[in-house]
């Protein structure tokens, strides 16, 4: 059973900073794909950022490149998101997911396991 804890949520002002943390508890995650996606009020779920277990090759949505950073350390099983100059439009519930599968996907439905999600604001 594999189970994810998002933390580092909460209310920044635009052009600062958030970095969201993952916990995950479960065998063989070091060879999980790892994401984040994230969903704002009456919008559709979207895909932010992924990163593969071995390689840690990552990939990321067009609106937040250069911008957000995803990381893992498979020693202590936890995937980070760092965000900087963050935008009115990043605000969301942001939510970690874990696929057992080497490739990254940006479809939702392709990640078996979900935390229960951390808000981000971001004020104008």
């Known amino acids: 059973q594999v189970q994810l804890v998002e933390s580092g949520g909460g209310l920044v002002q635009t052009g600062g900073s958030l970095r969201l943390s993952c916990a995950a508890s479960?065998?063989?995650?070091?060879?999980?794909?790892m994401a984040w996606f994230r969903q704002a009020p009456g919008k559709e779920r979207e895909f932010v950022a992924a990163i593969t277990g071995s390689a840690g090759a990552t990939r990321y949505a067009d609106s937040v490149k250069d911008r957000f950073t995803i990381a893992r350390d498979n020693a202590k099983n936890t995937v980070t998101l760092q965000m900087n100059s963050l935008k009115p439009e990043d605000t969301a519930v942001y939510y970690c997911?874990?696929?057992?599968?080497?490739?990254?996907?940006?479809?939702?439905?392709?990640?078996?396991?979900w935390g229960q999600g951390t808000q981000v604001t971001v004020s104008s």
């Open positions: 997911t874990a696929r057992n599968s080497p490739l990254t996907s940006t479809l939702g439905n392709l990640y078996e396991h």
């Open positions: 479960g065998r063989f995650l070091s060879s999980y794909t």
